[in-house]
């Protein structure tokens, strides 16, 4: 089975320590940052995880476009998300996209990310040290697991 995870992680690369830790368990797995690869060909993946800080309670509106012009249709795909906020309905915006395509979802793993965005930088942050080593083994557990 052949996986990718496409992600987005720009505010402190909270996310991508995630992708990295899975990508080092796992040297088979491909990394693709949206940003860099807008127009990434994933038809030669069946798994495909998405992978995302929160921005405005969703996944980030790059890598929802993404999806929506470039995840293939009838894929397995996983969900992979940090944010600052401990609680909310993030994954709403991706699911639907994902759904669209008929994709099947396999599963999703999130976590607090350190956040400093707006008022909470004049405060030093939230959510300070996360990812925190443990979590990220949950992540590379839960990619495991799938
Ligand atoms: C512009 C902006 C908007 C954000 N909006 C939210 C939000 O609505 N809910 C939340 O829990 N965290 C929010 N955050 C915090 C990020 O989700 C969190 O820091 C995340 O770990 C960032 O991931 P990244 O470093 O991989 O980009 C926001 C951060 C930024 C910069």
């Not at 915006?93 to 008929?102: A, W």
Request: net charge positive; hydrophobic share 40%.
């Amino acid at each position: 089975m052949k996986t990718c995870i496409v992600y987005y992680s720009k505010h402190h690369g909270n996310t991508k320590k995630l992708v990295d830790a899975i990508a080092g368990a796992d040297g088979s797995v491909t990394l693709i940052d949206v940003t860099e690869h807008p127009d990434a060909d994933l038809s030669a993946f069946d798994r495909i995880g998405i992978a995302s800080g929160i921005y405005f309670s969703s996944f980030a509106a790059q890598i929802v476009a993404f999806a929506d012009a470039r995840l293939p249709e009838n894929r397995n795909v996983f969900y992979i998300y940090t944010h600052g906020a401990p609680v909310g309905g993030f994954l709403k915006g991706i699911r639907s996209v994902v759904k669209k395509k008929h994709c099947r979802e396999l599963g999703k793993y999130h976590c607090l990310g350190f956040d400093t965005f707006g008022p909470f930088g004049k405060i030093g942050g939230i959510a300070k040290g996360h990812p925190t080593e443990k979590e990220i083994a949950g992540a590379v557990r839960f990619y495991k697991e799938l």
